[in-house]
Antibody, heavy 123, light 110 residues
Framework: EVQLVESGGGLVKPGGSLRLSCAASGFTFSSYSMNWVRQAPGKGLEWVSS????????YYADSVKGRFTISRDNAKNSLYLQMNSLRAEDTAVYYC????????????????WGQGTLVTVSS | SYELTQPPSVSVSPGQTARITCSGDALPKQYAYWYQQKPGQAPVLVIY???ERPSGIPERFSGSSSGTTVTLTISGVQAEDEADYYC?????????????FGGGTKLTVL
C-alpha cells in the first residue's frame, strides 16, 4: 500500500524558515517524480514544486521561486521542502504527492497524496 | 498565466446526475484530471486523461471532453459524493510543463 506521511509543519514568524519532510513507503520511491502541493485555508489547490526521480529536474511555482528548495533522499525514501523567508501568504496545508508522467507529452498528474502538514506563518 | 474555470458550486438531489464543468483554452490539446476532496482529507484522483477511471473509483464517476470544456459527471449521486472537486491540467505556456488547478467546485447533495 502506497503511503506518504508529511511532517515538519508548525507555527513560524514571517521571515522565518521551516523544513517539511515526506516519508514514502509501499512503492519504489526512486522511480517516481514527487511534488509539493499546498492549500491555503478555505482555498483551492496550488502546485508548489516538483523533483524528478534522480533530482535532475526541479521546478517551482513563481510564488515560491528563490525562497523554497525541494530535495529528496532516495536511500531514505524521503522528500523534503526547505522553506525560507516565509510570508503570511505561505500559510497552508502542504501535501506531498506522487506523480505519473506521460513520457511523450510531459503532462503529469497526482495519483497518491499524503494527509498534509499545516504551516502557519504569523507573528 | 493559464487558468481553468470551474463553477463555485453545484447542487443535486440524491440519485440525480451531477455535472461539473472545467473550461480552459488549452484543454483541446491537454488532458484533464479530476480530484475529489472531502473536508479535512487529502484529494483523491477520480478521473485521469479526460475520461479514465482509476481502480477503486465507482463507475458512477465519468469524464468527457468537448472543445475547451471538460466535464465530470456523477450519475446516481450519493450523499457520500458531497465534496469539493478540482480539475487539473498542464500549463505549457512557459518554458516547461507546469500543473494548473481549477478553483474547485463544491458539490452539495440536497
Amino acid at each position: 500500500e502506497v503511503q506518504l506521511v508529511e511532517s515538519g509543519g508548525g507555527l513560524v514568524k514571517p521571515g522565518g524558515s521551516l523544513r517539511l519532510s515526506c516519508a514514502a513507503s509501499g512503492f519504489t520511491f526512486s522511480s517516481y517524480s514527487m511534488n509539493w502541493v499546498r492549500q491555503a485555508p478555505g482555498k483551492g489547490l496550488e502546485w508548489v514544486s516538483s523533483i524528478s526521480s534522480s533530482s535532475s529536474y526541479i521546478y517551482y511555482a513563481d510564488s515560491v521561486k528563490g525562497r523554497f528548495t525541494i530535495s529528496r533522499d532516495n536511500a531514505k525514501n524521503s522528500l523534503y521542502l526547505q522553506m525560507n523567508s516565509l510570508r503570511a501568504e505561505d500559510t497552508a496545508v502542504y501535501y506531498c504527492a506522487r506523480d505519473i508522467r506521460d513520457g511523450s507529452s510531459g503532462e503529469y498528474y497526482f495519483d497518491y497524496w499524503g494527509q498534509g502538514t499545516l504551516v502557519t506563518v504569523s507573528s | 498565466s493559464y487558468e481553468l474555470t470551474q463553477p463555485p458550486s453545484v447542487s443535486v438531489s440524491p440519485g440525480q446526475t451531477a455535472r461539473i464543468t472545467c473550461s480552459g483554452d488549452a484543454l483541446p490539446k491537454q488532458y484533464a484530471y479530476w480530484y475529489q476532496q472531502k473536508p479535512g482529507q487529502a484529494p483523491v484522483l477520480v478521473i485521469y486523461k479526460d475520461s479514465e477511471r482509476p481502480s477503486g473509483i465507482p463507475e458512477r464517476f465519468s469524464g468527457s471532453s468537448s472543445g475547451t470544456t471538460v466535464t465530470l459527471t456523477i450519475s446516481g449521486v450519493q450523499a457520500e459524493d458531497e465534496a469539493d472537486y478540482y480539475c487539473q491540467s498542464a500549463d505549457s505556456s512557459g518554458t516547461y510543463q507546469n500543473v494548473v488547478f481549477g478553483g474547485g467546485t463544491k458539490l452539495t447533495v440536497l
